[in-house]
């Protein structure tokens, strides 16, 4: 029997630069590096049909790493290994995302569902992915996240809606994620049509830590080729820790001033390469970030 190809995750490395387009000609950004290695696992066939062992089996299996890439799958696969860690179901042709897809996998660290056709994710009040760590819902056609009523993940600490048709992200969106590290919103279309595109309080966080503070992880953020015209204060000062951001093909970026970095001491790298249409960078701003490293203003 032949073995089943699968993947293993061997980790996450951030690269800000761009990739081959991907389908209808979307150039994809390299936002994983060397995120798999090929090995041989398992006795699974390699043109596995779900249809061909049952459900019982499959769940006594023992993968915890199943790679579906470009497999032409319309509705998420059923009857999966519940030891599974990481699943790869990217290029396929998957519409939605529902928590009943998800509540029998509770060992899942790593999720990517990139380059699919999603338009909706449907969280109802079932507990699901509570060990889940990374998230890649990138070029897909969601136009918004769901309220945090509905979809609470404890323990996600990378999260990628970049290539999202995306024109606003409003208040208290990311509290969902209090564990959150890493966000890419590249390439969706915040500030488009002149909307505001993050509305004050998007990226606040309304869980508290042991000892009574507000809890604050961002480190990286990613807004790349989006369309907002400036960075404003009432939601870049909910990012204290904000280590790296990226500011990369600004269309409508034009200045660089006031308070903005008032509440980012933190801030490492600040990339506004290729941003053509920013013309004016107040100096000033810089007093306030004391730990800079690298600034990039290329082009």
């Known amino acids: ?133 990374t998230l ?12 945090c009523q509905t979809m609470m993940l404890q323990n996600l600490t990378w999260l990628s809606l970049a290539g999202n048709p995306i024109l606003e992200i409003q208040p208290w969106t990311f509290s969902c994620f209090p564990s959150l590290h890493f966000l890419n919103l590249s390439a969706t279309l915040l500030g488009k049509n002149d909307r505001e595109g993050i509305k004050e309080s998007a990226f606040a966080q309304r869980i508290l830590s042991q000892s009574g503070e507000k809890m604050y992880t961002m480190e990286v953020l990613d807004l790349s080729r989006t369309f907002l015209p400036e960075i404003q204060l009432g939601w870049i000062k909910d990012l204290p820790n904000l280590r790296s951001l990226y500011l990369k093909k600004m269309a409508r970026l034009k200045s660089l001033d006031g308070q903005i970095f008032k509440a980012t001491s933190n801030l490492r790298v600040l990339d506004c390469q290729d941003s053509q ?14 730990h800079l490293q690298s600034l990039l203003l290329q082009k």
């Open 1 to 133: 029997m032949l073995s089943f190809l699968l993947l293993s995750v061997m980790g996450l490395h951030w690269a800000a630069s761009d990739s081959p387009p991907g389908r209808e000609g979307i150039a994809l950004p390299k936002v994983i590096e060397t995120l798999f290695q090929v090995t041989h696992l398992g006795p699974w066939e390699e043109n596995l049909k779900f249809s061909s062992v049952s459900c019982e089996e499959l769940n006594k299996t023992t993968e915890t790493t199943l790679f579906l890439v470009n497999r032409s799958l319309k509705s998420f696969p059923h009857c999966l290994p519940r030891a599974l860690q990481s699943l790869d179901l990217s290029s396929n042709w998957l519409k939605e995302l529902r928590d009943q897809d998800l509540r029998d996998l509770p060992n899942l660290r790593v999720l990517i569902l990139r380059n699919n056709l999603i338009q909706e994710l449907h969280w109802g009040g079932t507990p699901v992915l509570e060990n889940l760590e």
């Open 277 to 290: 249409a920013l013309s004016s960078v107040n100096t000033q701003i810089f007093e306030d970030t004391p």
């Open 136 to 147: 890649d819902l990138s070029y897909n056609k969601l136009s918004s996240m769901p309220t």
